[in-house]
């Protein structure tokens, strides 16, 4: 079988205690810079709405499309309006990326995280992305190239925001399974084949980091689960991204192992 085919985790840490308190498990990010782009619901909404909650001192940037509606992020910014700042970005249009930057950049100076958790499956009436050739295209710049261009957009904060000792993650969820069996069994196929891309792509970042020993950035692909309430499954995937940045997982890729992915 081809190598780049092989895809694992090996093990699990001891960390992963489903008992240890949670305030001591993201202590690495407390006062650090955290940006989640695709934030205004589901799990990007959570992942901002734990990473203010959780911490003391960590700022958080959220992004999305259209923040005027957002309402669970304009509610979190009223009640942490010094540690908030929400930002339009939209991945198809590379100018906002650029904004977004400029304005962290200002306002931070760097980014010690950056999490990209949105997603394209259909939106009524606008895209289906199976069923035309500009929505599989959509689809893939969407779930695909959009994070990837989010992380070239961030790179300079994040290189002025990871150290030896302290590390910046780049944190790329994907939704759901990825795999033929789950193509065959819910006709997602374009959806399927971009976010296998977006696994592929961040293979190849954290490829490139390792070749470069860029050793204050890493990369990584978390499977937020299924079966998990959206509460527990954000606690666990902040408790892989803390456990990342302190070492106790070390993303590796190389021709015989592929090390940079978790499932909680």
């Given at each position: 079988?081809?190598?780049?085919?092989?895809?694992?985790?090996?093990?699990?840490?001891?960390?992963?205690?489903?008992?240890?308190?949670?305030?001591?498990?993201?202590?690495?990010?407390?006062?650090?810079?955290?940006?989640?782009?695709?934030?205004?619901?589901?799990?990007?909404?959570?992942?901002?709405?734990?990473?203010?909650?959780?911490?003391?001192?960590?700022?958080?940037?959220?992004?999305?499309?259209?923040?005027?509606?957002?309402?669970?992020?304009?509610?979190?910014?009223?009640?942490?309006?010094?540690?908030?700042?929400?930002?339009?970005?939209?991945?198809?249009?590379?100018?906002?990326?650029?904004?977004?930057?400029?304005?962290?950049?200002?306002?931070?100076?760097?980014?010690?995280?950056?999490?990209?958790?949105?997603?394209?499956?259909?939106?009524?009436?606008?895209?289906?992305?199976?069923?035309?050739?500009?929505?599989?295209?959509?689809?893939?710049?969407?779930?695909?190239?959009?994070?990837?261009?989010?992380?070239?957009?961030?790179?300079?904060?994040?290189?002025a925001g990871g150290t030896d000792s302290e590390i910046a993650v780049v944190a790329n969820i994907i939704h759901g399974e990825t795999t033929i069996t789950a193509n065959d069994r819910r006709r997602w196929h374009s959806y399927i084949c971009s976010q296998d891309r977006l696994h592929r792509l961040t293979g190849g970042v954290l490829m490139e980091l390792q070749q470069r020993k860029e050793d204050g950035?890493?990369?990584?692909?978390?499977?937020?689960?299924?079966?998990?309430?959206?509460?527990?499954?954000?606690?666990?995937?902040?408790?892989?991204?803390?456990?990342?940045?302190?070492?106790?997982?070390?993303?590796?890729?190389?021709?015989?192992?592929?090390?940079?992915?978790?499932?909680?």
């Amino acid at each position: 079988m081809n190598s780049i085919m092989k895809f694992k985790f090996v093990g699990c840490p001891k960390s992963f205690s489903r008992f240890r308190m949670f305030s001591s498990e993201i202590k690495q990010l407390d006062g650090s810079v955290s940006m989640v782009q695709g934030a205004s619901r589901g799990i990007g909404l959570e992942l901002v709405k734990q990473l203010l909650e959780k911490t003391k001192e960590g700022h958080v940037v959220a992004t999305c499309s259209n923040p005027s509606v957002a309402t669970g992020l304009l509610e979190l910014k009223n009640k942490f309006a010094d540690r908030l700042d929400i930002h339009r970005l939209h991945l198809t249009n590379y100018t906002t990326i650029e904004e977004t930057a400029k304005a962290v950049e200002d306002k931070y100076g760097c980014l010690n995280l950056l999490i990209n958790a949105s997603s394209l499956i259909s939106i009524p009436h606008v895209a289906h992305p199976d069923k035309s050739l500009s929505g599989i295209l959509r689809s893939f710049e969407v779930n695909a190239i959009g994070p990837i261009m989010v992380l070239k957009g961030m790179w300079p904060l994040l290189k002025a925001g990871g150290t030896d000792s302290e590390i910046a993650v780049v944190a790329n969820i994907i939704h759901g399974e990825t795999t033929i069996t789950a193509n065959d069994r819910r006709r997602w196929h374009s959806y399927i084949c971009s976010q296998d891309r977006l696994h592929r792509l961040t293979g190849g970042v954290l490829m490139e980091l390792q070749q470069r020993k860029e050793d204050g950035i890493t990369c990584i692909v978390l499977y937020p689960g299924v079966r998990q309430t959206k509460q527990y499954s954000v606690r666990m995937l902040l408790r892989t991204i803390n456990d990342v940045k302190t070492s106790k997982i070390r993303p590796v890729y190389s021709a015989d192992e592929h090390d940079y992915h978790y499932y909680p």
